[in-house]
């Protein structure tokens, strides 16, 4: 049985941080060999991917939060991160992780097909 569990969401100012977690349990599995990302959807929008780290650790990111947001994760803790700085109003969303067990790394990253989903943790950035 796997859960995703997503927690650091909250409110702040524009130009603030956050730092969201995920904690992952997959069945007794690490996370070491999972694909693993974050996604947001926005009040009123789609979800999109916003960052994605591979087993390998190489991470993709979504253009709107380049040089602001960092994706890591702790194989250890089995838990996953994003790191969020000069955070701006257009940031405001529903963040969820999710996860997918095929292989990632470099060109073969894609934002679909993620098999499971935490419930999310809202983020709100005032103006």
């Known amino acids: 049985r796997v859960q995703l569990v997503e927690s650091g969401g909250g409110s702040v100012q524009a130009g603030g941080s956050l730092r969201l977690s995920c904690a992952a349990s997959i069945g007794g599995y690490s996370i070491s060999s999972y694909c693993m990302g974050w996604f947001r959807q926005p009040p009123g929008k789609e979800r999109e991917g916003v960052a994605g780290?591979?087993?390998?650790?190489?991470?993709t990111y979504a253009n709107s939060v380049k040089g602001r947001f960092t994706i890591s994760k702790d194989n250890a803790k089995n838990t996953l991160y994003l790191q969020m700085n000069n955070l701006k109003p257009e940031d405001t969303a529903i963040y969820y992780c999710?996860?997918?067990?095929?292989?990632?790394?470099?060109?073969?990253?894609?934002?679909?097909?993620?098999?499971?989903w935490g419930q999310g943790t809202q983020v709100t950035v005032s103006s």
């Open positions: 999710a996860v997918k067990r095929v292989y990632c790394s470099g060109s073969y990253w894609s934002w679909i097909d993620f098999d499971y």
């Open positions: 780290i591979a087993e390998d650790r190489s991470t």
